[in-house]
């Protein structure tokens, strides 16, 4: 029985290391990334680590970080994985991180009663709970810049005006593919009740995380359903399956939309040249057009400071990446300006995160014009809203396919609203907002 | 010289029959005790709740396993599922009786997993080894698929996840939820666990437990001697999915929090399979040093490079870790089957003799 006592000597040993890293130098303040570059998921987290680490090296070495405050980041590998995100978290909280990214569904609803208590802002970036852009019972989660139930209605607009008016929807049939988890469940109740309220037929495809890959059943089952149009919410190794098969039954590829996160290269390019045509929901522009990415390029991926292959820089994923980071960073740099301390506390960030206004100006002044669509978070209004466009695929890469246009707001906020509520009820006792509204 | 039990002479059966016979192993056991119980007071909230505790929680899952597998020679791989059930009974059980205690629920919804891994065991009175690690697996297929389309489960939650709500106890302490602190969250489990293992530890070394090990060596002459494999196997079971069960709700509860069906996947039956298998079949002791291998590997990795000065990525990390276990599992499957545990009784035998080896 002796080892017992060596293990737990170990541990007590491990316990001391482990204290003794947390360290923060004077002028820098630590962000953890938690990313996943392995597990099925990878093909997707990659582009998004790369974004997210490249933007932030690229701000320390061209402008030495934020107002003189080095960025100190740290990837921590979750591989999609509750279990691991809950180690990372746990992590994150013990080195004192400004913010919480946590790139998962899952994830993001373990965080989310936890924020509050633990004072660590969660920004789940477009993704995560839909209701938690209420901010009066979410103050500690962000979901900027718009939620997957602004996505779903954006969706089913855009149908509607392809069809010549939401009135001409009645009698269709949209075919929802989705993969059977948190993620591609969350659209669901806001779908259904649009589908009632314009008489269209749902019909949903679940797709079990661990049959990603094999989707052939799905698809079958599409051929013989013939639905008028494909709405897809995948990740990872779903999308790239997807869109094969599609092709394969000769789906109509200009009919079936993805959600901003079904909209990576890779996963189109899948389709071989049948998937042209395809299209995804968007918020942030594609390419590498804009000074910021030459700055990317030129201080962190031909410096050989990143794990980025030069030809992914600008790829639709990467960017969303970069969109991520930025949201970090002008959040920073607005909490310095509110608090008027430079080296910030996780506290101090909420509030950043909660006055994050970039309006056209600002991306001018950061190198990132047009980027994305002005982005307003308020205290009440933790996502934003702004506007979303559909991107296509041309077989080679994504054009801008939509002018910019805006959610179904009056359809989403009364839902919203009333998510929050339960989540509240089923949760009691949730604690009431105590923080002020600091603008 | 320091481990030798000469001169130490038992003069009763019941000090013959005790757990610990050998005076240096009490000592050994009080101080790890008294360790247990210190920690709590020297460490980081870190240290608590992302390793001691889930350390605790997925020994006594390997346990569990460790019964089935070890102990009765059956093999299974759908401990993750017996986990959710437990994890998904005990919350239902607390949404429909909020004001019970916690603990009281977690030791009951225990009892639905040993249910649900009676039906399940009852293939193996037919048929053994790899074919019914299958219909082990179609439980986990066909749990995990519950645990997706029975809405009822999960309270018609919109995500399909089970979110852990606030409850107190023991005079208004906060047990689970956000606020619970780490250190309460710890010594519950540790509660758990030390009362658990040691009600197991008994079964073990008792009728029922010999009833498993002489099925596990050789069925027939077991039957020949009078053992009733119905009993001896299906006790083997629900034994087995009832320490699943309660180390899955407390997994939820006490750990992660919130859960969606895919934390009781496959993937987390092979984590417990691999704990197991490492650790030692059919020991206790090694179902902790598994999961303690298993669990410790990438969190002492991922703190060790960079305190050595490597620039290591985090995913190269995790590359390592699983590396590492895949090795080793061939490793131990090759030259020492018993795993740590054996490696672990030859270090005694060996302290026994010391510094004198021919002695």
Known sequence: ?439 | MLYRESGQYKTSYIADQAIFPIREDRIGMAIIGLVALAIPFFASDFFLNAIMTPFLILSLAAIGLNILTGYAGQLSLGTGAFMGVGAYSCYKLTSIFPDVNIIILVMISGLFSAGIGVMFGLPSLRIKGLYLAVTTLAAQFFLEWCFIRIPWLYNYNASGAIEVPERRGFGDIILTGPSASAMTQYFVVLAIVVVVTLAVKNIVRGRIGRQWMMIRDMDIAAELMGVRPLTAKLSAFAVSSYLSGVAGAMFIFFYLGAAEPSAFSITLSFQILFMVILGGLGSLVGSFFGAAFIWGLPIVLRAGFPALGLNVGAEVIFHIAQMVVGALIIFFLITEPHGLARLWQIGKEKLRVWPFPYA
């Not at chain 1, 482990?18 to 998921?41: C, H, K, M, N």
């Not at chain 1, 934020?66 to 180690?87: A, F």
């Not at chain 1, 139930?149 to 509607?160: C, L």
């Not at chain 1, 002008?330 to 080296?343: D, F, L, N, P, S």
Request: hydrophobic letters at 40%; one cysteine or more; a negative charge.
């Open chain 1, 1 to 439: 029985m002796r080892l017992h006592t060596l293990t737990a000597g170990a541990f007590a040993l491990a316990l001391t290391a482990g204290a003794a890293l947390p360290v923060q130098a004077e002028d820098s303040v630590y962000i953890q990334l938690p990313t996943y570059r392995t597990g099925p998921f990878a093909g997707s987290g990659i582009h998004i680590a790369n974004g997210m680490s490249d933007y932030l090296k690229m701000l320390n070495e061209r402008d030495g970080g934020i107002n003189g405050v080095k960025l100190t980041i740290e990837e921590c590998e979750t591989g999609y994985d509750t279990q691991k995100g809950v180690e990372c978290y746990e992590q994150a909280k013990a080195k004192g991180t400004l913010v919480f990214n946590p790139w998962s569904t899952g994830i993001t609803l373990q965080v989310i009663p936890k924020a509050s208590v633990d004072k660590i802002p969660v920004l789940s970036m477009a993704y995560g709970l839909s209701a938690a852009s209420d901010g009066e019972t979410f103050p500690w989660v962000f979901n900027p810049p718009m939620t997957y139930w602004d996505g779903a209605s954006g969706v089913i607009k855009y149908i509607g005006e392809q069809e010549g008016g939401l009135d001409k929807l009645a009698g269709k049939k949209i075919g929802y593919i989705f993969l059977d988890a948190g993620y591609g469940r969350e659209p669901i109740p806001l779908l259904e009740n649009l589908a009632k309220e314009y008489g269209f037929e749902m019909v949903q495809y679940p797709v079990p995380g661990k049959e990603m890959q094999n989707q052939a059943s799905q698809w079958l089952n599409v051929r013989r359903d013939k639905p008028d149009y494909m709405v897809m919410w995948g990740w990872g190794a779903m999308n790239p399956t997807a869109v094969k098969e599609a092709t394969k039954i000769r789906y109509p590829m200009d009919k079936f939309i993805g959600v901003w996160w079904a909209g990576g290269e890779d996963d189109a390019r899948a389709g071989g040249a049948e998937a042209k045509g395809y299209k995804t929901l968007n918020f942030n522009l594609v390419g590498a057009d804009l000074p910021a990415f030459e700055d990317i390029r030129k201080h962190v991926v031909d410096a050989g400071k990143s794990q980025t292959a030069p030809a992914n820089v600008g790829e639709n994923l990467y960017n969303r990446g970069v969109l991520n980071a930025m949201l970090m960073s002008e959040a920073i740099r607005i909490a310095q300006e509110k608090t008027g301390k430079t080296v910030i506390t996780s506290e101090d960030m909420r509030i950043g995160l909660e006055n994050l206004v970039i309006d056209e100006a600002r991306l001018e002044a950061i190198g990132l014009p047009g980027f994305i669509a002005p982005l307003n978070v308020t205290c009440a209004n933790h996502s934003g809203t702004t506007k979303m466009y559909i991107s296509e695929w041309d077989g080679e890469k994504w054009v801008k396919a939509s002018d910019w246009f805006e959610p179904m707001t009056d359809k989403v906020a009364p839902l919203l609203v009333s998510a929050a509520e339960e989540y509240k009820a089923s949760n009691a006792p949730w604690p009431a907002r105590s923080e002020p509204c600091a603008n």
